[in-house]
Structure formats: C-alpha cells, structure tokens
C-alpha cells in the first residue's frame, strides 16, 4: 500500500467515525425523571399593579376665601394634585403643635382665608408620604395626617407653606415645599377654584365642622352587567400550594382548603374571604401604619388584584385593618349585602371594598369581590337629583337618640345595589351618606320620624 492509499483509507475512517458521532448526539435522550404537570404551580395574575400614589387620594379638595367655600370631589382636581404633589419637595418639616392647642386656631389653620384644603378618608403616615413626594429632611416625621392645608404660595420664590393635620391626634406639622411648576399650580388650583361648587358650611356640636355642596347634587346612574373573575385564580394564588387545596360546596357557595388557611366563595355576592386563622393572636400587636399600608399594598400587587378603581378608606395607628373602596367619578361606592350577623364581624367587607387584617408579617383575613365594573351598559343610565345638604342634615338630626359628637362626616356617593329585574346586573344609585359612630350608614328620606338607615360598611 502506497501513501495515497493510506491517506485515502484515514480519510474515509475519519469521515465514518463523524458520521457515527453525528448520529449517536442526534439520537440521544437523556435519562431525566418526567416532569409531572401536577407538580408546577403555574402563578396567573387577577388585574393589575398600582403603587401608593395611585391609591392614596384625597376624597375631596377645599378652598377657603374669607368667608366663602368651594369644594371639588372630581378626579380632575384630586388626580392633577396628587400629580402635583409628587414633582414637590419638602423642607424644614416641624411639629407645631403647640402653636394651635385651642379649637378655634385649629380652625383657622384649616379654614381660614386663602387656604387649599386637601381632606384624606383616612390616615397618611409621613413615612408613605415620602414614598410619594420628596422630604429633604434628615428625618420624617414618625406621624400621621388626614388633612394637607396650602398656603402662603409664592410663585417668585417656587415654594409655598403646606401643614399636615392629624384631626384626631390634634398634631400639626408645618413645612416648606418647592415647586418647579407653582405658577401653573396656583392658576389651576387658587385663581380657578372658584369655578368649583360652591360649599355650605356646618357647625355640628361644639367644634365639628362640615363642608357640603349648597345646590342639590345631580348624578347620573349606572348599571353594568359584572366580568366575575374564575375564582379559582385566587385559589392558586392565595394557596402557597393548590395541590394540597380542596374543595367542598356550600349553599351558596364553595369553600376551598389546605388544612390550615380556608377560602370561602359568595355566590350571592360574588365575593371571596380568605383567613389563615394562625395569625388571629397577632392581630393585636399591629406594628406601624406605615408598615401595614406597604404590606397591604404589596400583597394585592402579588396577585395584581386592584380590578376596580379603588383608593385607599380606611386606615388608623393602633389598628391591624385596612380598607381599599371603590370609587366612581370622584365618589365612594357603598354596598350592604350581607344578613344582620355578619354585622357582628368588623372585618367582613362589602362589594365595594377590599379588606384586610393583618398579623406580624402575614394577613389574617382577606375579603373582597371577584368581579369587575368593565361592562357597563350606557343605555340604561339615569339622572338623579338628591336632596340638598340642609336638607340632608336636617334628616340625620332625626334618627333617634342622636348624638352631634357622633357625626363624623357627611358625603354624596353611590350605592352598589343588583338589579330588582335581573340578578346578573348592578346598578350604581347615587344617594347620601354618613359616618355615625364610626360606621358608614345610607340616609333615606321618609315621612317617618327617626329616619330610615341602613348599616354600610
């Protein structure tokens, strides 16, 4: 055999040996144990996301000119503030307090002239504030505030004065904010005010005092046929593992279970409530506002569950509970479907809000609906003229046994309600309500003394 020969014969072995490789890589199957499809627990999301600025709102906007009021409770106002708010920053923050230990200070602070009144449903800690705006300071105050008072605006120097009011706590802050856009501010905000409606204003007891519209409100109502959420999307998501998970039917319903946490379905109502009863003895030791409000918003961001237009309603230091409302238009939205005993229970909520209570680091009872308002039906919309404020106020003072100090606020909004000629559809009724004794109550106009009331949470 010659060279060539040999190299031929290499050539063709070297060729043969590709091709066995080549092959042996194309056929092979690695020996890995089956992946079962029972074993991924596949993570959906209900809605959407929304940060603090998105849910924390004022209900509604003052400006005080001497001895006249206007008021706003329009997205348009409430949104392009906050926006506003957000480009601000803050300096010299001080706690003032002492400078307004009287009543009649603390009402010139709030109400006195030439004043933007940013009114809050509930309370704000500074700590959330800074997540919203900018405090310069080297510390923020360790407070809350349900009330935002601007004042002193100086569009020459691009800052204003701004006082954070708790009302309950009595405290008062005040600080320095600087704007870039301040002179487009005062123009949207201070000179036009006056095109709002204009506000009466009401002494209720010794030192409650309340801003209603003078005219007779006019709204609309609406009626929409509900997009209800698969609940068992809240059941992979609220379950740490939904193999484990089973189900059981109800009257009404369907529970569902892993031995330690249960979540129950209304069908009545369309809502879901779900508590892991292990955390029922944390309750008590709530910790900060501030910490409550983050974890609240984090664990409905988890599931992205915001479906509605929902803002933030009812918070307090000292409290484990936090309520989210839906709104429309600038108002609250209120529903009473549940039967007497569920009253007894502060912690269930209604279909127009998103409730929760909270141990250390874990919520202890979840409440809210599982449908959405996406579908409306603009045909069947009404206008609908309420009584005036006077009037109103006049009603209220008739329930029995009442008690001035026990007023706390007053407030146009609609009432979540099915539909008395068909179950499927809802309908939004504008009405007037208010804040006795610490719940919310509907106020119907009837011939009878006493009033006609029902609980509203």
């Known amino acids: 055999m010659n060279y060539e020969k040999m190299k031929s014969v290499g050539l063709a072995v070297l060729v043969a040996i590709s ?15 089956a992946i079962k499809k029972d074993n991924i627990h596949e993570v959906s999301s209900i809605s959407e996301t929304k940060e603090a600025s998105h849910l924390i709102k004022p209900s509604k906007v003052l400006f005080h000119k001497e001895n006249e009021n206007y008021g706003s409770t329009r997205d348009l106002e409430t949104d392009e503030i906050m926006k506003e708010i957000q480009t601000w920053t803050f300096t010299n923050t001080v706690n003032v307090s002492t400078r307004f230990t009287t009543a009649k200070g603390l009402d010139e602070l709030l109400h006195g002239h030439n004043r933007l009144e940013l009114v809050f449903p509930a309370f704000v800690p500074f700590y959330t504030m800074n997540t919203i705006t900018t405090f310069e300071d080297d510390s923020v105050p360790n407070a809350v505030f349900d009330r935002m008072v601007i004042t002193d605006v100086d569009t020459k120097e691009k800052r204003m004065t701004v006082y954070f009011v708790s009302t309950k706590e009595r405290l008062v802050f005040k600080s320095v904010a600087v704007s870039p856009n301040l002179s487009s501010f005062k123009k949207q905000f201070i000179k036009e005010a006056e095109k709002w409606e204009p506000y009466a204003l009401y002494s209720i007891g010794r030192n409650k005092k309340l801003f209603l519209p003078e005219k007779q409100p006019v709204l609309s109502s609406y009626k929409y046929l509900p997009d209800e959420i698969d609940t068992k999307d ?16 109800k009257t009404n319903g369907e529970e569902y279970t892993d031995g330690s946490t249960l979540m129950k379905v209304d069908y009545k109502t369309r809502m879901i409530s779900y508590v892991n009863p292990a955390k029922e003895s944390e309750i008590d030791n709530p910790g900060s506002l501030h910490d ?58 209604s279909m127009a809000e998103i409730v929760q209570i909270w141990g250390q680091d874990k919520v202890y009872k979840y409440s809210r609906p599982y449908f959405t308002l996406d579908i409306s039906l603009p045909s069947e919309e009404e206008e609908v003229t309420l009584p005036d404020s006077a009037s109103v106020l006049k009603q209220v003072k008739k329930l029995d046994n009442f ?40 106020l119907s106009f009837t011939e009878k003394t006493g009033g006609s009331v029902h609980g509203l949470e």
Do not use: C, M
């Not at 091709?19 to 144990?33: A, G, H, K, R, V």
């Not at 068909?422 to 006795?436: D, G, I, R, T």
């Open 403 to 442: 008690e001035p100090e026990q007023l706390e606020d007053i407030v146009v909004g609609y009432e979540l309600l099915p539909d008395p000629q068909s179950s499927k559809v809802l309908v939004l009724e504008p009405a007037w309500f208010y804040k006795y004794g610490g719940r919310w109550q509907h």
């Open 292 to 349: 409550l409000l983050d974890k609240s918003i984090k664990f409905i961001n988890e599931h992205s569950g915001w479906t509605d237009q929902y803002r933030l309603f009812e918070a307090s230091p000292g409290s484990s509970k936090v309520s989210y409302r839906l709104f429309k238009n600038g108002l609250p939205v209120f529903n009473d479907q549940r039967t007497p005993e569920d009253h007894s229970t502060a912690s269930d909520s």
């Open 19 to 33: 091709i066995i490789l080549t092959l042996s890589i194309w056929n092979y199957q690695p020996n890995y144990e």
């Open 234 to 249: 809240f059941r992979d998501l609220l379950f740490s593992d939904p193999s484990l998970v089973k189900k059981g039917l």
